[in-house]
Structures are given as structure tokens and as C-alpha cells.
């Protein structure tokens, strides 16, 4: 018995003498290991080579919102003009469980439309509604609706800020109303069409409408329209006729059927001079925009720094050939990205790991993104391509676009500061 | 069972479980630990190859002692199977540069079997610490990174130690002399991290790791003289070639151990009172830089029955690694008593040690318990 338990007392012991807690303020040089951490900084001026840019990747129909913007300026000025279209019930519509009827017309509509992004600074926004051919798709331009865009508005102007300001946010005289939503910071507009500016042609249109935008306001008239979930839905209350007499029917809600934006000026082409009067013997690396525009960065990573060192930072440091382009408040975010496989413009981009910058419009300032965790992934991986994918982290949710000196400017070309630690001496007395 | 038998049974359940409780009393947060600071930038903290009844009397019983594994000769008298197990826990007190810390260290620093085998031949067999590399310093400073002056933490830790593996073997030639010899394999492992944390976040932190494996290889030999009735001697040399230390399969330092030679003096005027004296020399300058020679020396006496003695040592000499042109000195005082259970067939032995290492600045005072158990089924 007493052996059994001086066993057992023998077995504490063991368990007890195994626990430890180490740590202790270090008094250097004296007192410290002899190995210490290395720290280097490098400038990798020459690694990045074969950058290219490539446009497309998501243009403004596929869009998840519908960019409005009216920003004069004294050399283009810059005009976004949602555009949208509501496809109709037809030339009838049931009176009864058992008849239909013609559709004589509407008595009146409603379109709601959700204002998901907006600048605080926006005074007296305004919007206008023109009525485009319903004809419009994903090739219409804005050349090609200019000319609807001339008539007169279909309603009188809603006065975004007088709207807010009504008891309620309602109108009384119009019927127009809007809602703040101040958790998701969205507004929604409820404006009331009379039969004049909602008209229903069951005819020869089967009903379908569409409807333009132009936006103003005091300054920095820029703001995005929802679509899909928060797109614009119309509520038509229509006149029907039901044995030579006419009934009112409220039928379901249409969401928009197409949905979209145009604006004006175009972005330039990939390969044209952005210095107006300079000479800019290359094509620039562009991000962003409307079809937005990807650049591909290929990097010669060192094999010092990939096989035996831990990278604490990396800051991929370009330089703008020219003033980022945007609406002054839409500043905009871009990301650098790798890639599963280089395939040039179609090279599938890893979701995984990405960073960012945030890019303000008219900035000439010099960019840097910290790529950090990319790096630590090529170094860890050393089958990862080492190529960098720099776009607009909302694609085509901003007008705003910058362009960047490519590696074949010597003077501005990308670089990559890389910090890092050289293997810690372990095992050395 | 009788009486008397449970009786005794429950004191060494008592006596073990206050032992234990000596052990592992140690307050959860206040107290940091690790070994010598010295050991820092040496190789380590040398091990003591004694049992905790050899330390209670500052080492001096060391040379005579079976079941320390400093000499092999005694083994030849040790009669019968034995097997021996220590603990101990420091609580040190580090000066250095005006702060003072408080660290604390447990260790199990001893294992070991032994017995007969033939009638003039006992072999032994256990380990023993040859190295403590159990370490952790953190650092606070600044440098200038990408033209800003960063300030970080850096936190460098060892864990782990170097073990020496002994066979032993010896023999009784004679009424009067005794002899030994052993082979010892030294291995071990140390988990080695370095982290540096930035104040800047940007920056990330710093954290690499590896395992550093050791090795070596060594031998002794040592004899055991009776001059007279109560009084010995007893002289030891020991060479080890050197501890390769290895990363990954790659050899990152290989570093020559001392070679060590040692005698002591024993002295046995009546059977209740025991004296003992021995010194020992190391060659631990071809360790490198920062390593030096050293003499120890200790002396102790043992009263009282064996069955439950007194013990009294005292000790100093050198300690190998420091900074600066001299070896830090270290000098301590022990005390220490034991308790022999179940008809002599176990023993707890209990010590006491406080100590003082000085050099280079730096002033360690520690505290150590001690805890030994032995069993002879």
C-alpha cells in the first residue's frame, strides 16, 4: 500500500516538475543570446517587368448600381445618366377570374428607386426623368440617348433636399415621398407619375417604358441608383376596360427589366498618350473605371527572399502618370491581387488574399499598397505565380480611374520595398 | 500489515506528499522562470550530477555517494537495486543594472537505476542534466526602418536541455580500492523561438522557430581508496569531445566540452558523524569565447543515524559563462535530512540550498528546494 502511493506521490512529481513558465527582461549585450534578429530593407527597383493592363472585366450593365453624376468641368465635363427599362403586362389584363379586359391606359404610376450612395456634401440634388425608347440594351450609348435626353422631362424635377425637409418626407402636392434608411444609409425615393409621364401603350409597346436620368445639384452631383434588390420598381395603376366600362386595376409591382448607366466621356483607350500635349511614348497601367480595367504586374521575386526569409512588409509603391480621374467625391478603392495562373487579361485571380489603397480622385500623390501577406503567400508557395492584379475593388461602382507609369518608364516604373528578416542563427552558442 | 508497518506507511505517504507540495507550491503569475542568466550566451547551465543527499551537504559527499553520478567506483559497494529520482525548484533573484528580477526554475535532474550484477561487479545506468538551455528574454529597443524610428519587442526563448546518459560500471579489487568507468552519450533537444513584435503594425511580427538537436559522446573513470578505518579518497577524470548542435539535419555549431577531473576526502570518525571534502577542475575555455575555466570546491558533514541524518555542506568555486575578462564566482550553503521508510527500503531525502553567483554585474540569489526519492525493492 505505502509503495503504491509513494508510486503515486512519484508520478505527481513527474507531472509537476514537467510545468514551466518561462520569460525575463533581457540586459544586452551581456545577458542576451548571442544570435539576434536581422532585420533588411531592399528596394527591388528592376523586379517588376511585362506589366500590361487589359479593359472589360465588368462594364456598366452588369453593374450592381447605376451610376448618375453631373460634374462640370473646364475641359470634359463628366455626366452619368442612369437608364432603365420596365417591360409591360400587355394589351390586356384580367378584369375577372374568367375575363380580361383592354387596357385603355393608366390612371398614374409609381416608381420607386433607391439612392444607395451619396455624398454628404451633395447640396439641392435634383433629379430629372425623360422618357428613352424602349428600345435600350446593353449597347445602347450615350450618344445614343442624347437625343431623347434633349426632350423635356417627363415630370416636373424631384428636389431631393426640399422632399427631405416635408413633414414626413412627403409631398403633398406631388405625392412624391422619400424614406431615410439610416442603418444601411440608404434613401428611397416614392414618386408619383401622372398618365402624362407614365404612359401605358399596350399596343404597340406591350406596355413597356423607359425611363432616363439626368441628376444636378449645387456641388459634387454624384450618386449611385440601386439595382436588383434595390433597383428601381414601378407600380402602375392602370384603366381597363370591362364591358364598355372602365375599371381602375392595381396590378403587381414590375421590377426594372434592364438596368443600367451611360456616361460621358468615354474612358480613353488603353494605348493613347494620357499627357494631352506631352510625349508618353507607352501605354499607362489603368484600374478602375467603367468597363473597368485590370493591371497585370509581373514579379521577378528574389529567391533570397523566397527561400530563406520571413517578409514582415512589402509595399508595392507606383507612381500616377496622371491625375486619378473621378467624381472628386467618389474616391475609390483599388486592391492588388495575385493570381492562380498567368494568363495574361484572363489570369484567374485568387480571392484569397488581398490589399488595398484608397484612391482620391484628381490625387497625383504617389500610391502605395501594402502586399505584405502576398508576398508571405509566394514565399510560402513557391508553384504561386508572382503576379500582382491591381483593380477597382467595386468594379465599375466608381467613374473613378487611375493610370499609373508602367516598368518601361525607368524613372516612375513600380517598385516593391520588401522588408524582411534573415533566418535567426538557432543552435549557435 | 502490523501496526507499526502502517504507521510507518503513512508517514511516507505524508512525508512524500509535503514533499511534493514543496515541489509544486509556486505562485502562479508572480514568478517567472528560467535558468542561470549566465548560461545565456555560453552553452548553458552546467547540471549538478549529484543526488539531493550528495547536494545537501554542498556536493561533498559527491565523490562517495552511489547514487550520484559524478564517480562510478562507489557504485561497487552499492549491495543492492536502487533506483533514485530528484526534483528541485529554485526561486531566484537576478540584480543586474539596478532592477532586480524574480525567476523561478523546475527541474527533474536525476534518474537513475543501479545494482550488482556479479559478485565484485555493479553496473548503473540513468541520466542526469548535462546543460540547462531553458531560457526566455525579452528585449525591448528601436532602430530606424524605412526612415522612421521603429520601436519593437523581441522575445527570444530556449527550452529544452542537454542530457547525459550514463552506463557506469564497477568493481571492488580489493577491501581498499574500488574502481569505475562509464560511458556517457549526451542528447537532447531545445526548442529555440525568436519573435519580434513592432509597435507599428505594418510591420509584421517576426516569429521563426526551429529545433536544435544535440550531441555528444564521453567517458570517465575514477577509483576509490580506503586508506584506513574511516577515511577515504577518491579521484575522477572525465572527457566528453564535443556537443554538435544541429538544425534540421544540418550541423549549425560544433563546440568542444572540457575535459574535468576531480578527488575528494572522506572521513568517518564514528558512525553517527561524517565528513566529506572534494574540489573538481573543468576545462570549459574550449568552450569558445565567454567560457573559462574553472576550480570548485565543497565540504560537508553528514550526523545522525542513517535512517533519518542531518546534512550541512557548503560549496563555491567558478561559474563557465559570463561576460567580461573573469570567470563569475558562485558560493552556497545546504542543509538537508532524509527519512528512511518500510524497513529501509525507501527514502526521502529533503534539501535546502541557498546560493550566490556574482560577475559581470550580475548577482544571482537563489533559493532551492530539493526533493529526493529513493527505493531499494
Known sequence: MTRRRLALVGAVLLVAACVERLTAPGHCPDYCPSGQITIVDTLLTTSINRDSSHRGYVVSYQSPVMLAAFLPDTTATLDGRPIFRFNGFGPRLPVSSVDTGQIRGADSARLQLYIVRRDTATHNLRLQFYRLPTTIDTTTTFDSVAAAFNNAPVRPTVYVDTLLAQPGGKDPVTGDSVVVDTVNHRWLLSLKFDAAAARYDGTSDSGAVAYGIRIAADSHASIALGKGTFGPVLQWYLLVDSLTMTVARTPGALGARFASFVFNPPPAPLDSNPVTGGTFPYSTLAVGGVPSARSLLRVAFPKFIRDSSQVIRGTLILVPAVPARGAPADSFVIEARTVFADFGGKSPIDPRLGDTTVIHPDSTGTVKIEVTNLLQLWAADSTHPTVLVLRAQAEAQFLGEIRFYPSVAAAFRPTLQVTFVRPFPFGVP | ?377
Open chain 2, 1 to 377: 500489515m502490523t501496526q507499526a508497518d502502517r504507521r510507518t506507511g503513512g508517514r511516507a505517504a505524508g512525508t512524500a506528499v509535503l514533499a511534493a507540495m514543496l515541489l509544486i507550491a509556486m505562485p502562479p503569475d508572480r514568478l517567472t522562470a528560467q535558468d542561470s542568466q549566465f548560461g545565456i550566451r555560453g552553452l548553458g547551465t552546467p547540471g549538478r550530477w549529484e543526488s539531493v543527499r550528495s547536494r545537501s551537504t554542498g556536493g561533498a559527499f559527491g565523490p562517495f555517494d552511489p547514487l550520484s553520478p559524478l564517480m562510478e567506483a562507489p557504485l561497487a559497494d552499492i549491495g543492492q537495486l536502487t533506483a533514485t529520482a530528484a526534483g528541485g525548484t529554485s526561486h531566484r533573484d537576478v540584480l543586474v543594472g539596478g532592477t532586480t528580477m524574480a525567476l523561478r526554475t523546475t527541474r527533474f535532474p536525476l534518474m537513475g537505476v543501479a545494482g550488482p550484477v556479479a559478485p565484485r561487479l555493479a553496473v548503473a545506468a540513468g541520466f542526469t542534466t548535462y546543460l540547462d538551455k531553458s531560457w526566455d528574454v525579452t528585449l525591448r529597443d528601436s532602430f530606424l526602418l524605412r526612415g522612421v524610428l521603429q520601436r519593437y519587442t523581441d522575445e527570444i526563448t530556449s527550452d529544452g536541455s542537454v542530457a547525459d546518459v550514463r552506463l557506469a560500471a564497477a568493481s571492488r579489487l580489493s577491501r581498499r580500492i574500488a574502481i569505475g568507468a562509464a560511458v556517457h552519450v549526451l542528447a537532447g533537444s531545445t526548442r529555440m523561438t525568436a519573435e519580434r513584435r513592432f509597435d507599428d503594425s505594418t510591420f509584421h511580427p517576426v516569429q521563426q522557430s526551429a529545433d536544435v538537436r544535440y550531441d555528444g559522446f564521453g567517458v570517465s573513470g575514477s577509483v576509490l581508496i580506503g586508506l584506513a578505518p574511516g577515511l577515504s579518497i577518491a579521484g575522477w577524470a572525465r572527457s566528453d569531445n564535443r556537443l554538435r548542435a544541429k538544425v534540421a539535419d544540418t550541423t549549425s555549431a560544433v563546440t568542444d566540452l572540457p575535459l574535468m577531473a576531480g578527488g575528494g576526502l572522506l572521513i568517518v570518525p564514528s558512525p553517527s558523524a561524517r565528513f566529506a571534502a572534494a574540489a573538481a577542475w573543468r576545462s570549459w575555455s574550449k568552450a569558445g569565447a565567454g567560457a573559462f575555466d574553472t576550480w570548485t570546491w565543497s565540504a560537508g558533514a553528514e550526523f545522525g543515524s542513517r535512517r533519518m541524518p542531518i546534512r550541512l555542506g557548503a560549496r563555491g568555486g567558478q561559474v563557465p559563462f559570463g561576460p567580461g575578462p573573469k570567470a563569475p564566482t558562485e558560493v552556497a550553503g545546504s542543509l538537508g535530512t532524509g527519512r528512511a521508510f518500510a524497513q529501509g527500503r525507501a527514502f526521502v531525502d529533503l534539501g535546502l540550498e541557498r546560493l550566490e553567483r556574482r560577475g559581470g554585474g550580475l548577482t544571482e540569489r537563489v533559493w532551492t528546494v530539493l526533493v529526493g526519492l529513493t527505493v531499494r525493492p
